[in-house]
């Protein structure tokens, strides 16, 4: 799977952004995409994830803030960001999981990087307090 990141800007503080993955060439109908972010210094962490049902997963320092939703017909998956904050910083990454629900049938979580087999190459989102 080919999966290319757009939308990362400078925001100031209380803004809104949104983040597109243009997907292609998946192989199952089992697939899960999410977006994983990292901040300097820190390890990557798990935001949100929508799988091909239409189901969506949060991290809590997310919910209600970020809504994650999917065109399917345009093979792409957005991240709308709304009240963000500074510690939103980070490079935002998306990637793909092939085998999702098998996944989660043996407990793996939805933030499980290590069952995600292909990633985007990241954008930038910085916010400026």
């Known amino acids: 799977v080919q999966l290319v990141e757009s939308g990362g800007a400078l925001v100031q503080a209380g803004g809104s952004l949104r983040l597109s993955c243009a997907a292609s060439?998946?192989?199952?109908?089992?697939?899960?995409i999410a977006w994983f972010r990292q901040a300097p210094g820190k390890a990557r962490e798990g935001v949100s994830a929508i799988t091909i049902n239409g189901n969506t997963y949060y991290a809590d320092s997310v919910k209600g803030r970020f809504t994650i939703s999917s065109d399917n017909a345009k093979n792409t998956v957005y991240l709308e960001m709304h009240s963000v904050k500074p510690e939103d910083t980070a490079v935002y990454y998306c990637?793909?999981?092939?085998?999702?629900?098998?996944?989660?049938?043996?407990?793996?979580?939805?933030?499980?990087?290590?069952?995600?087999?292909?990633w985007g190459q990241g954008t930038q989102v910085t916010v400026s307090s």
């Open positions: 990637a793909a999981d092939p085998r999702f629900t098998y996944h989660a049938s043996y407990g793996s979580p939805w933030y499980a990087q290590w069952e995600y087999d292909d």
């Open positions: 060439g998946f192989t199952t109908d089992d697939w899960a």
